[in-house]
Structure formats: structure tokens, C-alpha cells
């Protein structure tokens, strides 16, 4: 694993992200929404407004996970999220993002066919990644299984208070989503995670130092062969 304690994980992760898609024009990229990665998407989007970043017209994307319960098109679903932060900027067709299926008729197969569309796609080949306060990845929160594949989930009480931000109140945060499991994520080909503040320094210090465990599930991460991970002072205060 490699850890790079930068004040500038936006453009280097932009950089990466940059160099893949001009190697492979129709890269495949699986994207998590929340605080962390913004600053990424941020600087992907100013260079492609500036003429400076590659096409992304040929790019796949596969988000990581998905709330269950937001009626159809909800501001915050995850799919309206990295289409409104990202996609649409960059100029991704709508069509070429795809995101697991909250419908109550899709639900009962939506994780074996989100599965089956990632493989179809060739498989992601970068997938960026925040942590959960409670070492969480994507939606796997502690007691994931480690060979996990893409499933409906419950979320703890930590994590709804943490993503309550975005709604009017931690009651409207949806108890259950979808996620890419933790064995989906070890797929892809090359792991990036980004955390930065002092609400992260803990969970980043049992990922990135403490035995790889379903405890924390972020610390999959040291069993992946290409993982890197992009920290502020204050995410990397407790290693
Ligand atoms: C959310 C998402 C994760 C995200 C994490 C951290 O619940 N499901 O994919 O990485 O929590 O979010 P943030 O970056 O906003 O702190």
C-alpha cells in the first residue's frame, strides 16, 4: 500500500485518474460520492473546462453503492449525486453511468446484476474511495464479510448521523442501501482512497496500520496489490 500525506490529493489523484483515461480511453472508473472525493472531481472538472484534461467520452463509471428508499431521481441518491458532481460536467452520457437498482421490483437481483454488469464492462479499473468514521467502505459497514459482493445492507446509527448533513434530519436518511461488496472492490485495479480532517484519523490508522479484519472494513485495503491512499495532516494524525 502506498500512503502519500499530501495537501494536494486532488490533483494528484486527478493526475492518475488523467493518465489512465488518456493510456485507455474507455477506462472504466468506479466512483464514490460523500465530502472526501470532491476535491478530485473539482480539479478533473476544471481541466476539462480549461481543455487541458483527456476525453471522457468513451469512460464507463460504476458508482459504489446506492440508497434504498429515496423516491426516483431524490437529489441525494447516489446516482443523481455523481452525475450532478462529476459526470455531467465532464460530459459522460448519462447512459454510460451506472449505479445499483433501488426500485422495489430490481431490488431482489440488483446486486448479482450490478455484479454482472461491472464483470460485462471488462471490470473497474480505478476505483476512488472515501472511509466511513467507522472504517466503513462504501456502504460495508464493521462485520462485513471480506469476500463480499454487491448486496443491500443496513446501515448503523453512526453512519446515518454522519450522512444526515444531507438531508433535513437524520430520521430522512434511508436505514438500507446497496453496496459493492468488499470482494467487488478488491476487483478493481487499482484502489485509491482519500480522507483528510481528524474525524478520519482513527479509522484511517485501523485501516491502514491494524490487522486486516472485518472490524474495519477499510483494511481490506492492505490485501489489494495497487492501493493508494491520499491523506491530510489531520486524517494522518493517528498512524
Ligand atoms: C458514505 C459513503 C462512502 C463514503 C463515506 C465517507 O456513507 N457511502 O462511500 O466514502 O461514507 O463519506 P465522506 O467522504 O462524506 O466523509
Known amino acids: 500500500m502506498e500512503v502519500v500525506i499530501t495537501d494536494a490529493a486532488g490533483a494528484l489523484a486527478a493526475d492518475t485518474i488523467e493518465a489512465l483515461v488518456r493510456a485507455r480511453p474507455d477506462a472504466v472508473l468506479g466512483l464514490a460520492t460523500g465530502s472526501s472525493p470532491l476535491p478530485i472531481y473539482q480539479e ?41 458532481e462529476l459526470t455531467d460536467d465532464l460530459g459522460i452520457a448519462r447512459e454510460r453511468v451506472q449505479s445499483p437498482d433501488p426500485t422495489p421490483d430490481g431490488l431482489p ?96 490508522a485501523a485501516a491502514v496500520e491494524g490487522p486486516v479484519s472485518a472490524t474495519c472494513p477499510a483494511s481490506v485495503l492492505q490485501l489489494h496489490p495497487h492501493a493508494t491512499v491520499l491523506l491530510d495532516d489531520a486524517a494522518a494524525s493517528g498512524l
Do not use: W
Open 109 to 204: 437481483t440488483a446486486g448479482a446484476r450490478y455484479e454482472a454488469a461491472i464483470e460485462a464492462a471488462g471490470g473497474v479499473d480505478l476505483q476512488v474511495l472515501g472511509i466511513g468514521s467507522d472504517g466503513h467502505l462504501a456502504f460495508n459497514e464493521p462485520g462485513s464479510s471480506l469476500a463480499s459482493a454487491t448486496r443491500m445492507k443496513t446501515l448503523t446509527a453512526q453512519t446515518r448521523e454522519d450522512n444526515a448533513r444531507f438531508f433535513d434530519s437524520v430520521d430522512d436518511v434511508p436505514h438500507h442501501v446497496l453496496t459493492q461488496g468488499l470482494g467487488t472492490i478488491l476487483r478493481a485495479g487499482h484502489l485509491v482512497m482519500i480522507a483528510s480532517g481528524p474525524g478520519k484519523a482513527a479509522a484511517v
Open 44 to 84: 478533473l472538472i476544471a481541466r476539462h473546462r480549461a481543455g487541458t484534461g483527456p476525453s471522457y467520452d468513451a469512460v464507463r463509471c460504476f458508482t459504489l453503492d446506492e440508497y434504498v428508499g429515496l423516491p426516483a431521481g431524490h437529489p441525494e441518491s447516489y446516482r443523481e449525486t455523481i452525475l450532478r
